[in-house]
Structure formats: C-alpha cells, structure tokens
C-alpha cells in the first residue's frame, strides 16, 4: 500500500469569509441566517466582513443553521 501525503492547503480563507461562502451556495440572505439563529444581521454582516469575531457558542448556533460542522466555520490551526 502507498503512503499517503496529507492534503496541502491551497486556499486561505477567513472565518467570515467561511459562513458567507456557506450562507450564499444556500441561497440565503442575512436577515434569513438572522431569523434562524436569533444572531442580528449586523452581527452577521460583522463576522462575515471579519471585523467581529465569531465564537464558539456563534460557530454551533450559525453551523446548525447553515448544516455544517462548527469546524468547517472556525478551522483548526496548524
């Protein structure tokens, strides 16, 4: 059997731009992701535009909502 090589990271991608990417192939608004989870769309707006930071109560509430893993939001650093 080959060894294999872990992926490499080919793309840097900010936490907010991770719920907008999630939050926009759902084809959802703001003030939609705003209604499910009870977050404010200028929360929303903040943490996409990366100017507050998201959390890890936020992560799970927002990962529920946009059917991911709280991971996916808040990656793990190297």
């Known amino acids: 059997m080959k060894q294999f090589h872990p992926a490499r990271k080919r793309v840097d991608v900010s936490v907010g731009e991770s719920v907008r990417v999630l939050r926009e ?16 769309q ?13 959390g890890v109560e936020r992560a799970k509430v927002l ?6 893993h709280p991971g996916v939001l808040v990656p793990l650093s190297p």
């Open 25 to 40: 192939l759902q084809e959802m608004s703001q003030n939609e992701l705003s209604g499910m989870t009870g977050i404010p």
């Open 63 to 68: 990962a529920r909502a946009l059917q991911c």
């Open 42 to 54: 200028s929360t929303i707006s903040a943490i996409e535009n990366d100017r507050v930071r998201l």
